[in-house]
């Protein structure tokens, strides 16, 4: 069994800052790529930003500059740095990893069960 835990989510005013945290646990061999995505109401779940296992990052035009994604492997644990936060900005924020469990030959993907992110004006 393996769990995405996030945590870190809440209520900001605009151009304030969040950290969400990702933590994965349960019978983990290795990680490799580990993102964070997020579902606005009424839209579909979008790509927010990835890390692989060295540590190159891919950014959402609508948060470069803004977003920071940082990964701690000894804890297998993803870190979203959140700062000058928009009302658009506004989701629920969903971890995802790929992970190769203990004993077996491929990975599977993976996701955490969602925190809400509110920006309010």
């Known amino acids: 069994q393996v769990q995405l835990v996030e945590s870190g989510g809440g209520l900001v005013q605009a151009g304030g800052s969040l950290r969400l945290s990702c933590a994965a646990s349960g019978t983990i061999f290795s990680i490799n790529a580990m993102g964070w995505y997020r579902q606005a109401p009424g839209k579909q779940r979008e790509l927010v930003t990835t890390?692989?296992?060295?540590?190159?990052?891919n950014y959402a035009d609508s948060v470069k500059g803004r977003f920071t994604i940082s990964r701690d492997n000894a804890k297998n644990t993803v870190y979203l740095q959140m700062n000058s936060l928009k009302p658009e900005d506004t989701a629920v924020y969903y971890c995802?990893?790929?992970?190769?469990?203990?004993?077996?030959?491929?990975?599977?993907?993976?996701w955490g069960q969602g925190t809400q992110v509110t920006v309010s004006s």
């Open positions: 995802n990893a790929d992970i190769l469990r203990s004993g077996f030959i491929r990975t599977s993907n993976y």
């Open positions: 890390i692989t296992g060295g540590g190159s990052t």
